[in-house]
Nanobody
């Protein structure tokens, strides 16, 4: 099992940048695929990005258009999400997630059993 703790987020003007952080703790001796999802007001939870638990491969939602980057931080199962050129449409609760699956891209939230508490990202126009 793994528990996820995330931080970052906040309010930013359109065109600005933010970086989110997420790390596993507890019994995290086993590597996991790590990912990010977001859920805007009145919208379904959608896939943002993921990184494979082995190797460097990364995966992104089609709508991100190269603006977001997921990369590993120091420590087991720790990742960042760098978000650039933010727009009001990026306003959402952002959640980190972990899964033992390796069949990327894993875009269905139901395939991710472990979740962080979420952090709010608000982009003003």
């Amino acid at each position: 099992q793994v528990e996820l703790e995330q931080s970052g987020g906040g309010s930013v003007q359109a065109g600005g940048s933010l970086r989110l952080y997420c790390a596993g703790y507890g019994r995290t001796f086993t590597p996991y695929s790590m990912g990010w999802f977001r859920q805007g007001p009145g919208k379904e939870r959608e896939f943002v990005a993921a990184i494979a638990k082995r190797g460097p491969n990364t995966y992104y939602g089609d709508s991100l258009k190269g603006r977001f980057t997921i990369y590993r931080a120091s420590g087991m199962n720790a990742v960042y999400l760098q978000m650039n050129s933010l727009t009001p449409e990026d306003t959402a609760m952002y959640y980190c997630a972990a899964t033992e699956l390796t069949t990327h891209p894993i875009v269905d939230a139901h395939d991710w059993p472990y979740w962080g508490q979420g952090t709010q990202v608000t982009v003003s126009s």
